[in-house]
């Protein structure tokens, strides 16, 4: 079927569930067919679900032709984001391990339409995705009808990459047999009644992934401390040798950080992550990490078509399964994942900001960061120590928006050093932060703010002056610098 | 041994795992032993770890005599209380359900002494515990010494209530096989080789249980508002008709919500929670529950003597486990639980403190109320929508503390009513609880500041006045109250 024809199945105020995380996998044709009723004129406020973040035919597309009225749980598009922060776009950030099991729920109400990317169709209905599974499964279990866009540029080696697994509701849920990151529990296909599927439409678009950043100097610094942590904890006996199966955020510093670890002398690590990006691609290829899992393969534009063509050497090294699985609680606590994740702000108690600028403005959302900080065997974020040329310190005396609480987060990292906050108080905490992790033009005011708060506070335990604590944004907002 | 005996095994500077959690079960004799040391001037400066709070003998006796250096991971005794908030006592406020871990993994260090309940000894050197786990087993595990306190105050029917099931580090963790609220899975005693067994004390004090508040108008009120919204989700069958395992938190107000299910057309709920108190009890009695989990029985002094004689109608309905496993993300995720939790404030975007008064005065800890809330199948949080007879919303513009963010609150439920943030954005969630769940005297004002939010700041989304967001608590610091 053209896209065109597939996008009248889509009616106003439909609740909608789309393949996709990051720009891996999302459908591409048939919402820029739903994008072209928007622009002219018709009121569609669909209601969006994915598993993360989607390329601009999806994300874009929409919200640049006001169709968008819902979006959950994650997304990183400039006009989704600028929708988002005007208030023209309902969005709820979410953890993404809670969205299948929501889905599966109700809590959503009905998912009208699954709208997935697949390379092809079994005979039985089955449907083979493409570099992403995110929800993919859950939402084509649930939908009433089922959209598949196949895509021709995606290659059809990804057949096998896939394992699907779906536990039960409550109270018949069991146990997910997964104890190792390479172990398969599940089929290469998502399972799908024929009669379901109402439209399959061919696309070509490729994933419109981003281009990673060259890894600066800053980065490397970052990567330098954390890996002489990690070798600490080993001498301790606190890690195995090869460390336990690592889990890195998204973006171009998390990918910097992760990268750095080709240059380590770890050796048979184990990724058990959400995104394989680049840098895991180099682990995978340096034979520094031995199996990979994730929920979307997300490789840069510069080396996607190269990936694509080589992808049998990667085949038997990676996995991907739905975020049900790859961002659930009971495996990432069972694993014992190593969690790395980027803040956009700490502060000196160690809660972390990952989502709000300034408080308020949305950047992307928390994504899976929750998900594997909280049940990690050791909970890691990373932070340049300073932002806006200095302006803006990223070690501040209370964030402005709370994401993961002091009771999730045991290190952090800048590229000033490392601060190790487990076992301590939260006045030993702050001292460990600022002395370890804060920029030197911000160390005296941090420490000033701290000493003020002592002396005034009631409570030294968690002291702050209250009518300063967000004094630094304040600052900011106002004269551009949080700078005394 | 007598207690001043064992107690010479305490050296300065050690690191002791003792029984305990809530007022029940922690060990009494020896503690009072140490704090007679402390008080003769010797300088012990002990690191303690316990399950969760525990009674004076041990929190209360040590604080006074200035021999608790460190303290992990909840407290509610008042002397302990005021040494943290002093700065005299060094606190971390962990997730219960992390504590097990950090003590296999060696976070803590070496524990030099275990010093547990018990109300018996096996031949084998098993040790059967009384009325709370926690984290005995854990700290038996690794400790280089066994302290054992036989308590004859205890009764010994409790032997065979107890499953005590410890899982392997990683990278060999294997799932926890339990399905089921009423599932057996380990032994009825911790496991001890008999030779680490230093010394075993013979004490009849009983536990210290703190009285329960009688069921208040305010209480009953909450408890309809909550009654009534499960029986809306079990019409749109979002829930079965016997619900789902419920998780209610500790103390009087949590005590009398989940009590008021007594009067409700429940019929064969269960309990998956950690402390099993006298509403489990009334639950239990009335039918209304047909098994309860937990990893304690705390059950208030009044009723104490009653439950221990007729403890035998009780004791194939209820079954004591470790906290890692009565608080396991990956058992809770898995059972699909209804977290039912205390708020001391909620702000108006859903995010909740639990621990801190005005922002920095310590009151007991997150406890477990991390570990259910975000693996729950529901997390709901209670709390009265005025403190200090009105001086104090409990519905802010922001929370003071931050320990539940807005990613883990699903409904929130005072006695004016009930907030189901489900899907909302930022701005709608703030709507639904000022118009259902804030006091009528601080409606006006928290409108005043959102639709104020929203006039001037950047973005729509979570708008905030980044100078009167804490305005609020600053205002009560001062004056008094937070009326305008």
């Given at each position: 079927m053209e896209a065109k024809e597939a996008a009248k199945f889509f009616k106003k105020d439909m609740v909608v569930g789309a393949s996709g995380f990051t720009p891996a996998g999302y459908p591409k044709s048939v919402p820029l067919a739903l994008a072209e009723r928007g622009e002219k004129g018709e009121d569609l406020g669909l209601t969006i679900i994915t598993g993360a973040s989607v390329g601009d035919e999806l994300d874009g597309a929409l919200s640049r032709a006001g169709v968008l009225k819902r979006r959950y749980p994650y997304q990183t598009n400039k006009n989704s984001r600028n929708g988002i922060n005007d208030g023209s776009i309902q969005y709820a950030d979410m953890h993404l391990s809670h969205v299948p099991q929501w889905v599966k729920s109700g809590f959503f109400g009905n998912i009208d339409i699954a709208l997935v990317e697949a390379v092809a169709i079994r005979e039985d209905g089955g449907i083979i995705p493409s570099t992403s599974i995110g929800n993919s499964n859950v939402f084509v279990e649930k939908a009433d009808k089922v959209i598949v866009e196949i895509n021709t540029s995606q290659p059809l080696s990804l057949?096998?990459?896939?394992?699907?697994y779906s536990p039960e509701n409550p109270p018949n849920r069991k146990p997910i047999p997964l104890t190792k990151t390479n172990e398969r529990i599940g089929t290469d296909y998502i399972p799908c009644d024929p009669d379901k599927i109402v439209a399959i439409v061919i696309s070509d678009i490729k994933d419109k992934t981003r281009p990673v950043a060259p890894i600066d100097d800053i980065s490397k610094q970052m990567a330098k401390h954390l890996i002489k942590f990690l070798e600490k904890e080993v001498e301790k006996e606190r890690l195995p040798e090869n460390l336990l199966p690592l889990q890195s955020g998204v973006g171009s510093v998390a990918n910097a950080v992760l990268g750095g670890l080709v240059d380590s002398n770890f050796e048979n690590l184990t990724i058990y992550s959400e995104v394989i990006q680049d840098s895991a691609l180099d682990l995978l290829d340096s034979g520094k990490v031995t199996f990979a899992s994730g929920t979307s393969l997300t490789v840069s534009p510069e080396r996607l078509d190269d990936f694509y063509e080589?992808?049998?050497?990667?085949?038997?090294?990676?996995?991907?399964?739905?975020?049900?699985?790859?961002?659930?609680?009971?495996?990432?606590?069972?694993?014992?994942?190593?969690?790395?994740?980027?803040?956009?702000?700490?502060?000196?108690?160690?809660?972390?900001?990952?989502?709000?600028?300034?408080?308020?403005?949305?950047?992307?959302?928390?994504?899976?960061s929750g998900d594997f900080t909280r049940n990690a065997y050791l909970s890691i974020f990373t932070t340049q120590s300073i932002a806006k040329n200095g302006d803006v310190s990223s070690i501040v005396p209370m964030v402005s928006h709370h994401d993961h609480t002091e009771h999730d987060v045991h290190v952090i990292v800048t590229e000033q050093g490392v601060a190790d906050l487990r076992g301590l108080s939260p006045k030993e905490r702050a001292i460990e932060i600022i002395d370890n992790c804060a920029h030197p033009e911000y160390k005296e005011q941090l420490l000033e703010y701290l000493n003020g708060s002592y002396e005034i506070c009631a409570s030294k335990h968690t002291p702050h002056s209250i009518d300063k604590s967000l004094s630094w944004h304040k600052k900011f907002l106002d004269s551009g610098t949080m700078k005394k």
């Amino acid at each position: 079927m053209e896209a065109k024809e597939a996008a009248k199945f889509f009616k106003k105020d439909m609740v909608v569930g789309a393949s996709g995380f990051t720009p891996a996998g999302y459908p591409k044709s048939v919402p820029l067919a739903l994008a072209e009723r928007g622009e002219k004129g018709e009121d569609l406020g669909l209601t969006i679900i994915t598993g993360a973040s989607v390329g601009d035919e999806l994300d874009g597309a929409l919200s640049r032709a006001g169709v968008l009225k819902r979006r959950y749980p994650y997304q990183t598009n400039k006009n989704s984001r600028n929708g988002i922060n005007d208030g023209s776009i309902q969005y709820a950030d979410m953890h993404l391990s809670h969205v299948p099991q929501w889905v599966k729920s109700g809590f959503f109400g009905n998912i009208d339409i699954a709208l997935v990317e697949a390379v092809a169709i079994r005979e039985d209905g089955g449907i083979i995705p493409s570099t992403s599974i995110g929800n993919s499964n859950v939402f084509v279990e649930k939908a009433d009808k089922v959209i598949v866009e196949i895509n021709t540029s995606q290659p059809l080696s990804l057949e096998g990459v896939h394992d699907i697994y779906s536990p039960e509701n409550p109270p018949n849920r069991k146990p997910i047999p997964l104890t190792k990151t390479n172990e398969r529990i599940g089929t290469d296909y998502i399972p799908c009644d024929p009669d379901k599927i109402v439209a399959i439409v061919i696309s070509d678009i490729k994933d419109k992934t981003r281009p990673v950043a060259p890894i600066d100097d800053i980065s490397k610094q970052m990567a330098k401390h954390l890996i002489k942590f990690l070798e600490k904890e080993v001498e301790k006996e606190r890690l195995p040798e090869n460390l336990l199966p690592l889990q890195s955020g998204v973006g171009s510093v998390a990918n910097a950080v992760l990268g750095g670890l080709v240059d380590s002398n770890f050796e048979n690590l184990t990724i058990y992550s959400e995104v394989i990006q680049d840098s895991a691609l180099d682990l995978l290829d340096s034979g520094k990490v031995t199996f990979a899992s994730g929920t979307s393969l997300t490789v840069s534009p510069e080396r996607l078509d190269d990936f694509y063509e080589n992808f049998d050497k990667y085949k038997d090294r990676v996995l991907l399964r739905p975020q049900e699985i790859s961002n659930n609680p009971e495996v990432i606590r069972r694993l014992g994942i190593i969690a790395m994740n980027t803040a956009i702000e700490v502060d000196i108690y160690g809660n972390v900001n990952s989502t709000n600028i300034m408080g308020s403005k949305m950047m992307n959302g928390i994504g899976g960061s929750g998900d594997f900080t909280r049940n990690a065997y050791l909970s890691i974020f990373t932070t340049q120590s300073i932002a806006k040329n200095g302006d803006v310190s990223s070690i501040v005396p209370m964030v402005s928006h709370h994401d993961h609480t002091e009771h999730d987060v045991h290190v952090i990292v800048t590229e000033q050093g490392v601060a190790d906050l487990r076992g301590l108080s939260p006045k030993e905490r702050a001292i460990e932060i600022i002395d370890n992790c804060a920029h030197p033009e911000y160390k005296e005011q941090l420490l000033e703010y701290l000493n003020g708060s002592y002396e005034i506070c009631a409570s030294k335990h968690t002291p702050h002056s209250i009518d300063k604590s967000l004094s630094w944004h304040k600052k900011f907002l106002d004269s551009g610098t949080m700078k005394k």
